[in-house]
């Protein structure tokens, strides 16, 4: 596994590949890998010869300065994780070289509907800063193949309107999300819990779940109350809820009772951990 941390570096590798007519395949990621990771690098491996992992804890992307220094840090066990997964290319830059002179004044990528809403709407300039990221590893590497889960729903929404609209020659494959057991998702956040804390952290899957048996139903009627009851749900058992609500799978408008394709969208603080997690559904005609 070559570890290259320069553009440079980079630039000669991606050039000696293409000559190559090799396939590319990217997967994103900001380390501290677990299986939602190890997942996506097997799926990749289906589509393309040539896998590129990227590490890059992004300061554009954060609020504040203390969430982007709290972030975890595990390259080292990264290293070892992506070495026994046989990836071709760890792409591990550091600040400076992505950003040479800083991020406030950086030119970015901004999807304008998608990223003011529903969680852009809680974390103002989150958005941007992904898309811009996104966008500056896809300049970077030239992948044909880029993945991404499907636990940061709006995220990955995003990004395939940023790739469609600016013309980008990528075709972006999702995963399903990685799920403990007790269907907690993987998360890189998930350290930041403390045990009674992890216990609780499931409530919030079952409640996205019980709350589509509800819906389905009641053939969506009577939402308000559904969507309330599920929010008490979670107050009560000592979730802070930001966002619990049904949207349009494809546009991410509001629920209107004549789409069929659905998704439930959720963001809560257990403690001081912000979790975010959703699940589609159909609701039958």
């Known amino acids: ?72 840090q595990t390259f080292l066990k990264d290293c070892l994780i992506l070495k026994n997964e046989k990836i071709e290319i760890l792409f591990a830059p550091k ?24 969680e852009g709407k809680s974390r103002p300039g989150h958005f941007i800063g992904v898309t811009t990221i996104i966008g500056k590893l896809f300049n970077l590497i030239q992948p044909n193949f880029a993945f991404f889960g499907e ?10 309107t940023f790739v469609k609209e600016l013309n980008y020659p990528i075709k972006v494959i999702s995963s399903p999300t990685i799920r403990l057991e007790n269907g907690l998702a993987f998360s890189s956040r998930n350290k930041y819990l403390n045990d009674l804390e992890l216990k609780k952290a499931p409530f919030l899957y079952k409640t996205i779940k019980d709350t589509i048996n509800i819906i389905i139903k009641n053939n969506g009627n009577q939402l308000y109350e559904t ?8 107050t009560k058992k000592g979730f802070l809820v930001d966002i619990f609500n049904v949207y349009n799978s494809k546009t991410l408008d509001i629920f209107y009772k004549k789409n069929k394709n659905n998704i439930i969208l959720a963001s809560v ?12 559904f159909i609701l039958p005609h």
């Open 95 to 118: 600040i400076s070289e992505i950003y040479p002179n800083g991020t406030n004044m950086h030119t970015y990528i901004q999807v304008p509907k998608l990223s003011k809403i529903i």
């Open 151 to 160: 636990k940061d729903y709006q995220q990955l929404l995003i990004i395939k």
């Open 269 to 280: 603080w257990l403690g001081s951990t912000r979790l975010i997690d959703n699940k589609k």
């Open 1 to 72: 596994m070559y570890i290259i941390k320069t553009i440079d570096n980079l630039y000669k590798k991606i050039q000696f590949f293409k000559k190559k007519q090799k396939k590319i395949g990217l997967v994103p990621t900001m380390g501290n890998l677990h299986l939602g990771h190890i997942n996506l690098i097997i799926l990749a491996k289906k589509y393309v010869d040539i896998v590129i992992v990227s590490i890059f804890i992004n300061p554009m992307q954060f609020e504040n300065s203390l969430d982007f220094k709290k972030y975890p």
């Open 227 to 234: 969507i309330n009851f599920a929010k008490m749900s979670l």
